[in-house]
């Protein structure tokens, strides 16, 4: 194992945020969360699509850069290299993703909600909600080990208890076939496309950002681990984006062949 050339870094959101550039990672999360807040807040339709879009351009962007170019160039470096490089860029990605992701999925969740044009809307945020809830804390814990965990598993409780009760709430009484034969197949789509990207972006890639701070802050960084980690999460990032380029072909077609 290598030792790491820069300074190690303190443990915690602190010692991230510090990596990252404080200034950085407090606007790249309060900026794209406020804009959210002010144009749910403004109950303007439009404001609310030009949040939901404007933040959607930049994580497909993003990621499209990272899967395209970013992977490869990096992807040629030595060991050593590439992991001073994910070293560097990655506290920036811990911030900047996870607020663009939560601000897009949630804007699109929002409008749809407002234009009132989704088909038991309620019962598929419900089903949504649990069939992205449960599997990320259970792909969280994993990426840490620590299925065993007794914390890890006071987490997946309140997951699925949780989960369980919005379900119970508002699926009585409605058809599953009904909901699925009334709700537009560009919709159901969507659903399944947006959840691929939240358990790969929420599940996979943030842990394993996190995985690659960890190793940052200890005292002897595995270079090789870092790179593979970062590696793996770049050339997500370029799954990602055609992923997320499909949620616009789709978004296309249901605005004018629905």
């Given at each position: 194992m290598a030792q790491s050339t820069a300074d190690t870094p303190e443990w915690g959101i602190g010692g991230l945020a510090t990596q990252a550039n404080t200034a950085f990672a407090a606007?790249?999360?309060?900026v794209p969360l406020a804009a959210l807040a002010a144009a749910l807040a403004s109950n303007d339709v439009r404001a609310l699509t030009y949040v939901h879009v404007m933040a959607g351009v930049l994580w497909t962007g993003i990621d499209m850069f990272m899967g395209a170019v970013l992977?490869?160039?990096v992807g040629s470096l030595d060991p050593k290299q590439r992991a001073d490089f994910f070293g560097r860029f990655t506290p920036k990605m811990t911030f900047l993703m996870p607020a663009l992701a939560v601000v897009t999925i949630a804007g699109?969740?929002?409008l749809?909600?407002?234009?009132?044009t989704f088909a038991y809307a309620d019962q598929w945020l419900a089903v949504?909600?649990?069939?992205?809830?449960?599997p990320i804390v259970l792909l969280l814990a994993y990426q840490?080990?620590?299925l065993g965990?007794?914390?890890a598993l006071a987490v997946l409780g309140v997951a699925v208890v949780g989960s369980g009760a919005y379900?119970?709430?508002?699926l009585p009484g409605t058809s599953l076939v009904a909901m699925v034969t009334t709700t537009s197949p560009w919709l159901l789509a969507a659903l399944g496309i947006v959840t691929v990207l939240g358990l790969q972006g929420f599940g996979v890639v943030l842990p394993g950002e996190i995985r690659i701070y960890r190793q940052i802050a200890s005292e002897e960084p595995d270079t090789e681990l870092i790179g593979e980690i970062g590696m793996r999460n770049a050339k997500l990032g370029g799954v990602q984006g055609v992923l997320q380029l499909s949620i616009v072909f789709v978004m296309v077609g249901l605005r004018y062949l629905s």
């Open positions: 606007g790249a999360v309060v992977g490869p160039v699109g969740i929002a749809a909600l407002r234009l009132t949504f909600t649990a069939v992205n809830t449960v840490f080990d620590a965990d007794r914390r379900l119970a709430t508002t």
